[in-house]
């Protein structure tokens, strides 16, 4: 029989599915960070891409961006999944200032041109939900400075500090921005590849179809 100390509780449970103990955090830590160094190098990668005449940068973007933000959620999935962090100090450190992400949100929204505005379900608990009207570029960006702030204090060693701040603003903020931004990723993926293509010879010759058997109907 099982003893009830044997009994694995909800904080094993978590740090096994986590993959680390709350006693070393370095390796936890690492993989956060690096799952935050790709999504914003991938992000700037697609807003910097050069304009090419005939191809729709945004929709050949879009599985990237799936892949990445998918990633990034299991990131977040793992903070929201720990144990709060409390960082060794009573006030944050400095982590300097922030960067200027303008240039990459405004070429985000050209990017995304005809596709940057999509409907979202702010509170799915509220009553009656509240339906809001959010851009693919300012939530991309958003998410960015979120992430950018921790990476500022992981790489100045402040791992604690970086682990609270990403825990925090992934419950607060970037958590339901990256939620959203995936839902609507995967509508436009799902319209793009199960909506039939548009084929301006094959409309032509089916209103010259139409045309014909109206002609046929009225001639009886």
Do not use: C, K
């Not at 006693?23 to 690492?30: H, R, V």
């Not at 799915?124 to 990476?151: F, K």
């Amino acid at each position: 029989m099982t003893e009830p100390a044997d009994i694995a509780g909800p904080a094993d449970i978590a740090e096994r599915a986590l993959g680390t103990d709350s006693e070393d955090l370095t390796e936890f830590a690492e993989q956060i960070a690096d799952q935050v160094r790709s999504f914003l190098i991938s992000v700037r990668d697609i807003a910097a891409q050069p304009d090419e005449d005939g191809v729709d940068e945004g929709l050949a973007s879009l599985p990237y961006l799936l892949l990445e933000v998918s990633q990034l959620l299991l990131a977040g999935g793992r903070l929201g999944a720990f144990e709060d962090f409390v960082p060794e100090e009573r006030f944050e450190s400095d982590a300097g200032p922030d960067p200027d992400l303008d240039a990459m949100r405004d070429r985000l929204a050209v990017l995304f041109e005809g596709l940057d505005e999509y409907a979202e379900v702010f509170d799915p608990y509220a009553a009656p939900p509240e339906i809001t009207v959010n851009r693919l570029s300012d939530d991309l960006t958003a998410i960015a400075n979120d992430l950018v702030h921790g990476l500022a204090h992981y790489e100045e060693g402040r791992v604690i500090e970086a682990l609270w701040w990403w825990q925090f603003s992934y419950v607060s903020t970037w958590g339901a921005a990256a939620s959203a931004v995936l839902r609507a990723i995967q509508s436009l993926i799902a319209h793009d590849r199960l909506e039939p293509a548009h084929d301006p010879e094959t409309e032509a010759t089916d209103r010259e179809l139409v045309e014909v058997a109206e002609e046929v109907v009225q001639r009886r």
